[in-house]
């Protein structure tokens, strides 16, 4: 992955936070909130909108092929092969 960007990324430009993870907790929470009430299917519309939101952000076709390649499930062999025992 040449464009995608995997690393911790959360924060607000100009912030410092007290731990590294803060800034991640924070946008979970924000996303469990937005859930809150939602039925299922209201729920899975709201992701849908969300990734496309957030894609339309991006932008670069490049950035979005690499997520999306990361984010699909491995096949059993795969991650077999990827995970170490």
Do not use: C, W
């Amino acid at each position: 992955m040449k464009h995608l960007n995997t690393q911790p990324n959360f924060g607000t430009p100009g912030l410092r936070y007290r731990h590294a993870y803060t800034p991640g907790d924070e946008f979970y929470e924000l996303l469990i909130q937005g859930h809150a009430g939602l039925s299922d299917e209201a729920s899975e519309q709201m992701n849908a909108r969300l990734v496309l939101l957030l894609a339309n952000h991006i932008g670069d076709l490049r950035v979005l092929r690499e997520a999306v390649a990361a984010a699909r499930p491995q096949p059993p062999a795969a991650q077999s092969e990827e995970t170490p025992r």
